[in-house]
T-cell receptor
Framework: NAGVMQNPRHLVRRRGQEARLRCSPMKGHSHVYWYRQLPEEGLKFMVYLQKENIIDESGMPKERFSAEFPKEGPSILRIQQVVRGDSAAYFC??????????????FGSGTRLTVV | AQSVAQPEDQVKVAEGNPLTVKCTYSVSGNPYLFWYVQYPNRGLQFLLKYITGDNLVKGSYGFEAEFNKSQTSFHLKKPSALVSDSALYFCAVRLLSGAGSYQLTFGKGTKLSVIP
């Protein structure tokens, strides 16, 4: 069981470019959550998805950010026209149920986005 | 709204001494409490959780946590610290049930340094 896989581990983008972050949940998990960790901060909830559905995107910035979890393939967090303030670690978590499962969630190792 | 406070940004302890990392929470309902550990450039690893039952919860790597409902606290403890315990520790809370109960709310984290 490979766990939650995120790639890339590190991503550098110039201001105005697009960033695409990928997350493959644990085998058997159909619920995916994205969290953002700003420097010196705890993780903040962004979005909760099930296959082909966005369940809750209340933590997502209204503009430039979008997320999807297609029927086939990984979940994608997309940030358009990145700005320096988007620099952060983005973590994906998955669970087997919407209640987060017995252990809460299984987290991936994160993607560290740096905007230059 | 739910919140988590970790009042200490940093805790230093000598190897072999007991350690405590403090956490208090606020939630309107029954809490589901977690401790996670984050090593540099890694994802979050689950340590332990509290749902109901015995107020003293035992977790991974010799850690334990005590749930205190009257003080709304969930402090992490270990009887004898190891240098390898040095890491960033996050307390998190979610509702046991109801709307939005899948969302974890994290504290800002406490950096634990164990001095040889």
């Amino acid at each position: 069981n490979a766990g939650v896989m995120q790639n890339p581990r590190h991503l550098v983008r110039r201001r105005g470019q697009e960033a695409r972050l990928r997350c493959s949940p644990m085998k058997g998990h159909s619920h995916v959550y994205w969290y953002r960790q700003l420097p010196e901060e705890g993780l903040k909830f962004m979005v909760y998805l099930q296959k082909e559905n966005i369940i809750d995107e209340s933590g997502m910035p209204k503009e430039r950010f979008s997320a999807e979890f297609p029927k086939e393939g990984p979940s994608i967090l997309r940030i358009q026209q990145v700005v320096r303030g988007d620099s952060a670690a983005y973590f994906c978590a998955s669970s087997s149920s919407g209640q987060g499962g017995f252990y809460g969630y299984t987290f991936g190792s994160g993607t560290r986005l740096t905007v230059v | 709204a739910q919140s988590v406070a970790q009042p200490e940004d940093q805790v230093k302890v000598a190897e072999g001494n007991p350690l405590t990392v403090k956490c208090t929470y606020s939630v309107s309902g029954n809490p589901y409490l977690f401790w996670y550990v984050q090593y540099p450039n890694r994802g979050l690893q689950f340590l332990l959780k509290y749902i109901t039952g015995d107020n003293l919860v035992k977790g991974s790597y010799g850690f334990e946590a005590e749930f205190n409902k009257s003080q709304t606290s969930f402090h992490l403890k270990k009887p004898s610290a190891l240098v390898s315990d040095s890491a960033l520790y996050f307390c998190a809370v979610r509702l046991l049930s109801g709307a939005g109960s899948y969302q974890l709310t994290f504290g800002k984290g406490t950096k634990l340094s164990v001095i040889p």
